[in-house]
C-alpha cells in the first residue's frame, strides 16, 4: 500500500506542474541548464552540475545555488551549501551576504497555505492547500520520516514563488517516498559498509587522530549561520590529548593537526580529561587564543606571581625586629603570623595573553600549585620532594638568609623536526621545564637578581622536570600547560612558516574574535604569598617562593632551530594522513 502511494504521489505531483527535485546523472557543464534548473527550484541537479564541474567555477556554481535556495526562502539548506564553498574568502562572504537578508516567503500556516489572504497579491490565485495537504497526507509517516511542518522529518512542500506550482524539497521527499526496509536488512549491510571505513566514533581511542583546521572552521562557520551551538567534539578537538605532528596539504587545502585522542569527561574539579587516560583534552578555545595571539608576529606571553616590594620591605624588618629576641616556647605560630600578615598577598601580572581566558587560568594555577609543591604545602609525585625536606642545617651553621625562591615554568622541547618540503613538522620533547634562581631582598623590598640558584632550590627545579609526566599524572593542570604550549607551537608555526599562505587559508572566523569569541572568565589580579616554613636544630628556615611561566615561541621556532627530516619518515606519515574521500562536513579522521 505504500508503495502504492508513493506512486500515486509522484504522478500526482508531476501532472500538476509539481517541481522535484531529484539527483541528475551526467549532466554537461551547461550553463542554460544549470540557470534554468535555478530558476525551477531544482537544486539537486544544480548541486550534481556544480559538484561535477572544474575547480576553478565549482565555488561560484555553488553561492548561486545558495543564492538561489535562500531567495527562495531556504535559509539552512542555502547555508549548508555555501559551507561546500572551498575557498574561505569567498565563503565567508556569502555567508555574510545571505545572513544580512531578510528572509525569503516562508510557508503559511497548513490552515492559510494556498489561500488567497496567503498567496500573492492581485488576480486569481491557484489554491495549493488543499493539494498540499492531500500531498502530505498521501505520503504521511507513521514511521517518523515525514514532512518538516508537522515535525515528522525533513520533508516541505510550498506554493512555488516563482509563479505558480508547488515546490517539494527532494531531500526530505526521497526519504518519505521511498520504501522502507522492513527485514532491516539493508541498515545492516550499511552498518557494516561504515565501519570498513576510516572513522569510527569521536569518542573511540585513537593512537593518530586528524583534525583539520581550515575543515573545521567551515563546519563552525555554518554552525554559527544557523544559529547552533558549537558541539562539543569541536569544543575539545575531537579528543586530542596531545599534539604530535602538523600538515600541510595544498591540494586539498587542509592545515592538520595530529596526535593521541580519546574520550572525554568532567572530573571533580571541572577539567575535561581523558576517560581512559586521565590526561586533558585540548581545546578550541585555547587554540584561538594562542592563533590570535600570534597573528602580528612572535608574541611572548606568559605571567608572573610576584610579592610586592612594599609587603618584602615590612617583611624583612619585621623578621629583623623579633630576631634580636630568641623565641620563647609557643610563640613560633604567632611569630609565623606576623610573618605572613607582613607579606600578604603577591600580584598577579599576565602579559601577551587576556587574563580572562582559560589559557591565563592555565598559565596562573600551573605556577602556583608547582610553588606550593616547592616549598612543601602540596605534595609532589616520587622523585619530586620539595625545598625545605632537601635543606639541611648542621650544628653550628647558620640558616639561610631570606630571599626568594624564584622557580618558573618554560619551553622544552628537543627540537622541531621538518620536511624538506617545510609541509610536515614533528613536536618532539615534553614541552616544558621549570627553571630556578635565588634572589636577595634588599632593605626597601627590591628584589635583586642573581643569576644563580643554590643546590636545594636548583634540584627542586631539576627534579619537577624529569619527573614532570609523574607531575601531570597527578595534577592534571601541568598536563594543561604541556597542552597549551603544544597549540602555541603550532600557532607560531602557522605564523612564522605561513602555512596558511601554503594552503590558500585566511583564518576568515578563527582569527576573528568579534565572529567567533572565545569564553571569558574572572580575571585573577591578587593572591595569598606562597610561604612555608622548617625549624631545623632550633633554627627556623623560612621559604618565600615567587616565578611565572615564560612562552618565547620565536626560540622554538626560528629556522636555525628547526631540523630537517632526511629520512623521509615524516613525508611517509604525512602521505598516510593526507585527507582524501571524507565525508561532507567531516573534519577529523582516524
Not at 609557643?330 to 601580572?349: F, H, M, P, S, V
Not at 576573528?512 to 572568565?521: C, I, M, R, T
Amino acid at each position: 500500500m505504500r508503495q502504492f502511494r508513493s506512486k500515486l504521489s509522484v504522478a500526482i505531483l508531476a501532472a500538476l506542474g509539481v517541481a522535484l527535485a531529484f539527483p541528475a546523472v551526467s549532466l554537461g557543464m551547461d550553463e542554460d541548464a544549470f540557470q534554468a534548473h535555478l530558476r525551477a527550484g531544482e537544486f539537486a541537479p544544480a548541486m550534481a552540475m556544480a559538484n561535477a564541474a572544474e575547480p576553478a567555477f565549482r565555488d561560484a556554481m555553488l553561492s548561486k545555488i545558495a543564492e538561489a535556495q535562500a531567495a527562495a526562502g531556504m535559509r539552512k539548506q542555502s547555508l549548508t551549501t555555501l559551507a561546500e564553498v572551498s575557498n574561505d574568502l569567498s565563503r565567508a562572504h556569502s555567508f555574510a551576504e545571505i545572513l544580512a537578508q531578510p528572509l525569503g516567503t516562508q510557508p503559511a500556516d497548513r490552515s492559510t497555505r494556498g489561500s488567497r489572504s496567503g498567496g500573492a497579491a492581485g488576480g486569481n490565485q491557484a489554491n495549493f492547500g488543499d493539494l498540499i495537504n492531500l500531498i502530505t497526507s498521501t505520503t504521511g509517516a507513521s514511521d517518523g520520516n515525514g514532512w518538516l511542518d508537522d515535525g515528522t522529518g525533513n520533508g516541505q512542500v510550498e506554493q512555488f514563488q516563482g509563479g505558480g506550482g508547488v515546490r517539494v524539497d527532494a531531500e526530505g521527499l526521497v526519504e518519505s517516498l521511498i520504501n522502507k526496509d522492513q527485514d532491516n536488512s539493508l541498515s545492516l549491510l550499511r552498518d557494516a559498509a561504515a565501519r570498513s571505513q576510516r572513522i569510527g566514533s569521536v569518542h573511540d581511542e585513537s593512537l593518530l587522530r586528524k583534525v583539520s583546521l581550515t575543515r573545521l572552521e567551515r563546519a563552525i562557520q555554518l554552525k554559527l549561520a544557523l544559529g547552533e551551538p558549537i558541539d562539543e567534539e569541536m569544543q575539545f578537538l575531537a579528543g586530542l590529548q596531545k599534539i604530535e605532528y602538523v600538515f600541510t596539504y595544498p591540494e586539498t587545502g587542509d592545515i592538520v593537526i595530529a596526535g593521541s585522542a580519546s574520550d572525554w569527561h568532567s572530573d571533580a574539579e571541572g577539567r575535561v580529561i581523558g576517560t581512559a587516560t586521565g590526561r586533558p583534552v585540548l581545546r578550541l578555545d585555547d587554540l584561538l587564543v594562542v592563533l590570535r595571539e600570534m597573528a602580528d608576529g612572535d608574541k611572548n606571553f606568559g605571567c608572573s606571581i610576584t610579592p610586592i616590594q612594599e609587603h618584602l620591605a615590612r617583611t624583612k624588618a619585621y623578621i629583623a625586629e623579633s630576631s634580636r629576641r630568641p623565641l620563647r616556647p609557643g610563640q613560633t605560630n604567632r611569630w609565623l603570623k606576623g610573618i605572613r600578615d607582613q607579606l600578604a598577598e603577591q600580584e598577579i601580572e599576565f602579559y601577551g595573553v587576556d587574563p580572562r581566558t582559560h589559557v591565563a587560568r592555565v598559565l596562573f594555577e600551573a605556577d602556583y600549585r608547582m610553588k606550593l609543591t616547592g616549598i612543601g604545602v602540596e605534595a609532589g609525585a616520587a622523585g619530586v620532594p620539595s625545598y625545605l625536606s632537601m635543606v639541611k642545617v648542621k650544628p653550628g651553621e647558620a640558616a639561610p638568609p631570606m630571599g626568594v625562591l624564584r622557580w618558573w615554568f618554560t619551553t622544552n622541547y628537543d627540537s622541531i623536526r621538518s620536511s624538506k618540503a617545510g609541509n610536515a613538522y614533528e613536536l618532539r620533547g615534553q614541552g616544558v621545564m621549570v627553571k630556578s634562581e635565588n634572589e636577595m631582598i634588599a632593605d626597601d623590598g627590591r628584589r635583586v637578581h642573581t643569576g644563580q640558584s643554590d643546590r636545594e632550590t636548583a634540584a627542586f627545579a631539576e627534579n619537577f622536570t624529569k619527573h614532570f609526566e609523574a607531575m601531570a599524572q597527578k595534577y592534571p593542570v601541568y598536563a594543561e600547560l604541556q597542552n597549551i604550549f603544544d597549540l602555541a607551537i603550532v600557532a607560531a608555526l602557522i605564523n612564522t612558516q605561513d602555512l596558511p599562505g601554503q594552503v590558500g587559508w585566511h583564518m576568515t572566523t578563527f582569527a576573528d574574535d568579534a565572529k567567533f569569541p572565545v569564553s571569558l572568565g574572572y580575571e585573577p589580579k591578587m593572591v595569598q604569598t606562597v610561604m612555608n616554613h622548617k625549624i631545623v636544630n632550633r633554627t627556623q628556615v623560612l621559604a618565600v617562593a615567587s616565578g611565572g611561566v615564560t612562552f618565547r615561541p620565536g626560540e622554538v621556532v626560528k629556522a636555525s632551530a628547526i631540523e630537517q627530516d632526511s629520512s623521509g619518515r615524516l613525508s611517509s606519515i604525512q602521505d598516510r594522513t593526507e585527507p582524501n574521500n571524507l565525508d561532507r562536513g567531516q573534519w577529523w579522521w582516524d
